[in-house]
């Protein structure tokens, strides 16, 4: 199962960094989708238990899996 982390609007002509309290990138989903197919983003990276990215303006929102 998966909770909600986040959700945001981001208006156009800009772009946010976005950091998720998880380890790995294949947990996190937007809008039902896997991460790594998310349209625009840029500079996804895993460091320190935490997945990174840059997105541009849009809507959003990342679900992580729900904790054990």
Known sequence: AEEPAGRGFLPPNTQAQVS???A???DVTESG???RE????RGLSE???R???VVPAGAY???LP???
């Open 47 to 49: 460091t320190d238990g």
């Open 51 to 53: 997945v990174q990215l």
């Open 66 to 68: 729900a904790p054990r």
């Open 38 to 41: 998310l349209a625009g983003a």
């Open 20 to 22: 998720l309290p998880t």
């Open 24 to 26: 790995a990138a294949t």
């Open 33 to 35: 989708r896997p991460l």
């Open 61 to 63: 929102t990342f679900n």
